[in-house]
């Protein structure tokens, strides 16, 4: 009896063939498609001062003047996250990717033509932050359609491309402006940059490259007994209308139902593909008397962009410690030179390696912590806490520091733990949400960034001109930090305890089962 009882208690399995990411197998060719991109067209963040520095005080501007076209170029690469986000949704990740690296290249090479601060303006601040901003959005999107389980590593491998290329990049610049002149410069940058287009030409489609894997699912009983009943009733009735044709499958041609009984049939047996448009049908489109409810160009914009990810509380609290977290190292990133030429008192070739060793140690870092993180399956928000207190603590010890030997050590530490940031800050934010609503969430991410960034810059900065201290504004850059780690750790232990919860009441329904 027992074991009639444990026979009729297996559960119906059956085997179905799943398409999956191929999680490496071309996807490292659109890693390495990413990566050449970075290296000749993110790595121009870094290279403003040293590429147009001259070029400004020829035009009769300096500091202030660097600044406007600075703040124009981040101000746009950061809103055109959203636009981009809206093209992928029409397109693919590959076309927006082309459109960003053509925009990169055309703006490197105008800018060589620049006579004044507002032609610069446009072609460094506009074209060339619009591109970066669609390079930035369109690749993580390929990166995180191509890649499931290692998706931190990819993304860290992809980001190597712009440590090298900050790492490399300057001593290039220097050559060519010594040997060529600014506009020479300019245009060998912008024939590097077209490097970039022929590796957004390797982001190919994921649709391409799918895996096919076979997986045993356990049929519901009631649902298969429903379609059963369903298929009799089609049978029946068909067989019924078929028992009217004679022995040669011929009827009288007088029989004026014989043409509809026969659309009957073949409509009974498209019904069931029919069936799958009108479930992927939005619901909201009809309206109460069962018409298509016409979109008005507000909610169609609404639906573009996914502005209903706004209404989570749980993904502002992403997007904002996100943009928190990158407002600090970027602005560490400013800082750093003047502390180590004004506290420490270092020369520019002491101060040169130390943020070569930054730069090394970042490289490191993207290599390292991403394969820790994907095989111990860590969330990467909390990747992202705990990269933040390593930095704080990294970096109120440096900020008492001012022997090289203690400085080169600490620069090291703190490029290493940086490098999380850079990874992870993407990756944290498509975790809560669809695979459909990443090039909107992504984009959403950018436009945060580009609201906190700039204010909270000026904030930070006017600490240092105030105290006229750099320990406290280097303190003033760690209070970011802590207000992002107050903002996530109650969240993250709030879904831990319920996940557990989860887990508990599933392990009981099983049991009981």
Same mark, same amino acid.
């Given at each position: ?174 050559? =060519?402006?010594?040997? !060529? ?5 300019? *245009? $060998?940058? @912008?024939?590097?940059? %077209?490097?970039? +287009?022929? #590796? ?97 160009? =507000?909610?169609?914009? !609404? ?5 209903? *990810? $706004?209404? @989570?509380?749980?993904? %502002?609290?992403? +997007?904002? #410690? ?120 992504? #984009? ?70």
């Amino acid at each position: 009896m027992s074991e009639k009882t444990n026979l009729e208690s297996v559960p119906n399995v059956k085997k179905v063939t799943k398409l999956i990411p191929p999680d490496g197998g071309w996807g490292w060719m659109v890693l390495i498609g990413t990566a050449l991109s970075n290296i000749f067209n993110q790595s121009m963040l870094s290279l403003f001062s040293l590429l147009y520095g001259d070029a400004l005080e020829a035009m009769g501007h300096r500091t202030q003047g660097a600044a406007v076209v600075l703040s124009t170029m981040l101000f746009v690469t950061n809103f055109g996250g959203p636009i981009a986000g809206a093209i992928v949704k029409l397109s693919t990740p590959r076309k927006v990717a082309l459109i960003g690296a053509c925009s990169c290249t055309l703006g490197i090479f105008l800018s060589g033509f620049s006579t004044n601060i507002w032609h610069l303006t446009i072609t460094y601040g506009f074209l060339l932050g619009l591109g970066l901003g669609f390079i930035q959005n369109s690749s993580f999107v390929a990166i995180n359609s191509y890649f499931k389980l290692r998706k931190s590593q990819a993304v860290g491998l992809a980001n190597v491309g712009t440590g090298v290329g900050q790492t490399l990049m300057p001593h290039l610049v220097r050559y =060519l402006l010594e040997n !060529y002149g600014f506009r020479g410069a300019c *245009l $060998l940058l @912008s024939s590097l940059s %077209l490097h970039g +287009i022929a #590796g957004c030409l390797l982001i190919h489609p994921v649709e391409w490259h799918m895996k096919k894997v076979e997986e045993e699912v356990v049929v519901d009983e009631r649902l298969q007994l429903l379609e059963d009943k369903h298929k009799n009733i089609v049978i029946k009735r068909d067989s019924k209308i078929l028992a009217e044709l004679n022995a040669n499958g011929e009827r009288r041609p007088t029989d004026p139902n014989l043409n509809e009984n026969l659309k009957e049939i073949n409509g009974t047996r498209n019904r069931k593909s029919d069936s799958y448009k009108e479930i992927t049908s939005d619901v909201n489109d009809i309206n109460g008397n069962g018409l298509p409810e016409k979109k008005s160009w =507000l909610k169609k914009l !609404y639906d573009l962009f996914d502005i209903s *990810l $706004l209404s @989570s509380p749980r993904f %502002l609290n992403i +997007i904002i #410690g996100t943009a928190l977290s990158v407002t600090s190292i970027q602005n560490f990133s400013m800082l750093f030179p003047f502390f180590l030429q004004k506290v420490a008192e270092l020369d520019k070739q002491q101060t040169a390696f130390c943020m070569s060793a930054i730069a090394s140690a970042d490289i490191c870092g993207r290599l390292i912590l991403p394969v820790f993180q994907d095989k111990y399956r860590i969330k990467a928000r909390w990747m992202l806490i705990m990269t933040c207190v390593w930095l704080i603590i990294t970096r109120q010890i440096l900020a008492y520091q001012t022997k090289f030997e203690v400085l080169i050590l600490m620069s090291c530490l703190y490029g290493f733990g940086r490098s999380m940031v850079i990874v992870a800050r993407n990756i944290a934010i498509s975790e809560h949400c669809r695979v459909d609503q990443v090039p909107a969430a992504v #984009g959403l991410g950018m436009l945060t960034m580009g609201i906190i960034v700039p204010p909270a810059g000026y904030f930070l900065g006017w600490i240092r001109d105030y105290t006229g201290s750099y320990i406290v504004c280097i303190t003033a850059q760690n209070l970011f930090l802590v207000v992002l780690l107050v903002m996530w750790i109650p969240d993250m232990l709030l879904l831990y305890i319920a996940e557990k919860r989860n887990q508990k009441i599933a392990v009981e329904q099983i049991q009981m089962t």
